[in-house]
């Protein structure tokens, strides 16, 4: 099995707008100025890519970026996760928290390959009850959830080249983490 091809399409799909990568950091900054809650959903891979995204809005390389502003992944309580999903459904699982636990004004970040879970649809309208920003770290062909999150990155490739997404998922959280600092500092001057 050769390997370099998937680097080679991997490559092909990092060419991401660098005017979302500065409007997606720009939300993130001004949520944080004003002091409200970022929250992270992702399904699977894109669990790992969420709590990784909250560690990395947390401790941003130019400074403790997010003194007054909490970041959470709603993927990492295991137990209320199995408790939702048990009592109310597992399409509920990021819905319920958010209801419980989120306030207009804050940002919600949701991270979906095929943009079609069930769970990720319901957190977004949530949201838009509760008066959220959404963004939306989406792959393939973006879908429902293209059309329900305020703004979004698409990384479009056929159905079912989860991988790939992902990979570049992370790299764009990596990428905006970078970005959030700076426009903090604008900001707060």
Request: with cysteine; aromatic share 6%; glycine share 8%.
């Amino acid at each position: 099995m050769e390997i370099s091809p998937y680097f080679d399409f991997l490559k092909g799909l990092l060419d991401v707008s660098e005017e979302k990568l500065n409007q997606i950091a720009e939300m993130l900054a001004e949520t944080s100025i004003r002091e409200r809650s970022i929250w992270v959903v992702g399904n699977g891979g894109s669990a790992s890519t969420a709590e990784h995204f909250e560690t990395d809005l947390s401790f941003i390389r130019k400074g403790n970026a997010f003194p007054k502003s909490r970041v959470s992944a709603l993927t990492s309580n295991s137990a209320l996760i199995s408790a939702i999903a048990n009592d109310i459904g597992y399409e509920n699982i990021f819905s319920q928290q958010l209801f419980r636990k989120a306030d207009p004004g804050d940002l919600c970040i949701l991270i979906s390959a095929s943009g079609n879970s069930e769970n990720l649809i319901n957190a977004a309208l949530a949201c838009k009850e509760i008066g959220l920003k959404t963004i939306g770290l989406l792959g393939f062909d973006g879908g429902k959830l293209a059309g329900l999150v305020d703004s979004s990155i698409i990384i479009r490739t056929e159905i079912g080249k989860y991988g790939p997404v992902e990979d570049v998922h992370l790299a764009i959280c990596h990428a905006v983490s970078e970005l959030v600092g700076s426009k903090i500092e604008r900001l707060n001057n």
